[in-house]
C-alpha cells in the first residue's frame, strides 16, 4: 500500500480552526511557558486483540495504543500528538485545549461551531452526531465521510470536556473498516487526567497577559461568550 501524502493540514481544519481567537493567544503563550516533554509511555501487557500495547501520558489525559504502532509527537503533520498503524491506513491525532471562556453550559457554542465547521467544508459528509461518555467523561461524537486525494475515508471526531475550560479533540481517519477493532480500544481508553502543576502555572500567567485581559472585559460587558 502506498503511504499518503503526510500533509493533511487540510483534512483535520475543523478539529483547530472553530474556537477563536483567544485560544490562538492562550495556546502560543502556554506553549512558551509549559515544559517540553509530557510523555513517558509504559507498557501494560496485553489488549483485548492479544497485541501488546502502551499507555500514551500525554498533556492532561492517557490514552493506550498498540504497541506496533508508531507514536508521532513531531508537530509536523499536526498541531497534535499522532498514533498511526503499522501501514498508516489509520491515524488517531489527540489535541488538549484550554479556553477560559468554556464555563459550565458553554459547550453547546463550541458544539455548534464544530459541526458548522464539518457543513461549510465540501470535503466532508456527516453521517451522524451525538452525545457520547467515555470512562465517565462526557464527549460529542461526529461521525462521516470526507474525500482526500481523490479518495475516500471514515472520520470520528470526539471532543471530551474536562473541567475549568478543559477540552480534548480526540480525531480518527481511516481507510473504511481498517483497524475499526483497536481504534474503538483506543478510544474506549481515554480517561481526562487533568493539567499538571507546570501547566496550571503556565495559565497563570496567561491570564495576566493584557491582550487576554482586555478581550474579557469585551465579552464581560457584553455578558456572552464570542464562539
Request: charged fraction near 25%; charge should be neutral; proline fraction near 5%.
Given at each position: 500500500m502506498k503511504k499518503r501524502p503526510i500533509n493533511k493540514q487540510q483534512?483535520?481544519?475543523?478539529?483547530?480552526?472553530?474556537?477563536?481567537?483567544?485560544?490562538?493567544?492562550?495556546?502560543?503563550?502556554?506553549?512558551?511557558?509549559?515544559?517540553?516533554?509530557?510523555?513517558?509511555?509504559?507498557?501494560?501487557?496485553?489488549?483485548?486483540?492479544?497485541?501488546?500495547?502502551?499507555?500514551?501520558?500525554?498533556?492532561?489525559?492517557e490514552i493506550s495504543y498498540p504497541k506496533d504502532w508508531?507514536?508521532?509527537?513531531?508537530?509536523?503533520?499536526?498541531?497534535?500528538?499522532?498514533?498511526?498503524?503499522?501501514?498508516?491506513?489509520?491515524?488517531?491525532?489527540?489535541?488538549?485545549?484550554?479556553?477560559?471562556?468554556?464555563?459550565a453550559g458553554a459547550e453547546s457554542a463550541l458544539i455548534k461551531n464544530l459541526y458548522d465547521a464539518f457543513k461549510q467544508n465540501p470535503d466532508y459528509t456527516v453521517s451522524s452526531t451525538r452525545e457520547a461518555k467515555v470512562n465517565g467523561n462526557a464527549a460529542f461524537l461526529v461521525e462521516g465521510t470526507f474525500t482526500e486525494q481523490e479518495k475516500q475515508l471514515e472520520f470520528q471526531e470526539y471532543t471530551f470536556f474536562g473541567k475549568s475550560g478543559d477540552f480534548y479533540s480526540v480525531r480518527i481517519n481511516n481507510e473504511p473498516g481498517q483497524y475499526q477493532k483497536a481504534l474503538d480500544n483506543m478510544v474506549?481508553?481515554?480517561?481526562?487526567?487533568?493539567?499538571?502543576?507546570?501547566?496550571?502555572?503556565?495559565?497563570?500567567?496567561?491570564?495576566?497577559?493584557?491582550?487576554?485581559?482586555?478581550?474579557?472585559?469585551?465579552?464581560?460587558?457584553g455578558n456572552r461568550s464570542t464562539f
Amino acid at each position: 500500500m502506498k503511504k499518503r501524502p503526510i500533509n493533511k493540514q487540510q483534512s483535520i481544519r475543523p478539529l483547530w480552526w472553530v474556537i477563536g481567537a483567544v485560544i490562538v493567544m492562550v495556546v502560543v503563550v502556554v506553549t512558551f511557558y509549559r515544559s517540553p516533554k509530557y510523555s513517558p509511555e509504559q507498557q501494560i501487557g496485553k489488549s483485548n486483540s492479544g497485541s501488546e500495547v502502551n499507555v500514551y501520558l500525554g498533556n492532561g489525559y492517557e490514552i493506550s495504543y498498540p504497541k506496533d504502532w508508531q507514536l508521532d509527537e513531531s508537530k509536523q503533520e499536526a498541531p497534535a500528538v499522532i498514533f498511526a498503524s503499522p501501514d498508516k491506513s489509520a491515524k488517531v491525532y489527540i489535541q488538549p485545549q484550554y479556553d477560559p471562556r468554556l464555563t459550565a453550559g458553554a459547550e453547546s457554542a463550541l458544539i455548534k461551531n464544530l459541526y458548522d465547521a464539518f457543513k461549510q467544508n465540501p470535503d466532508y459528509t456527516v453521517s451522524s452526531t451525538r452525545e457520547a461518555k467515555v470512562n465517565g467523561n462526557a464527549a460529542f461524537l461526529v461521525e462521516g465521510t470526507f474525500t482526500e486525494q481523490e479518495k475516500q475515508l471514515e472520520f470520528q471526531e470526539y471532543t471530551f470536556f474536562g473541567k475549568s475550560g478543559d477540552f480534548y479533540s480526540v480525531r480518527i481517519n481511516n481507510e473504511p473498516g481498517q483497524y475499526q477493532k483497536a481504534l474503538d480500544n483506543m478510544v474506549g481508553s481515554f480517561k481526562i487526567t487533568g493539567p499538571n502543576a507546570d501547566e496550571v502555572k503556565a495559565r497563570n500567567l496567561v491570564e495576566k497577559v493584557t491582550d487576554v485581559i482586555e478581550f474579557k472585559k469585551l465579552v464581560d460587558q457584553g455578558n456572552r461568550s464570542t464562539f
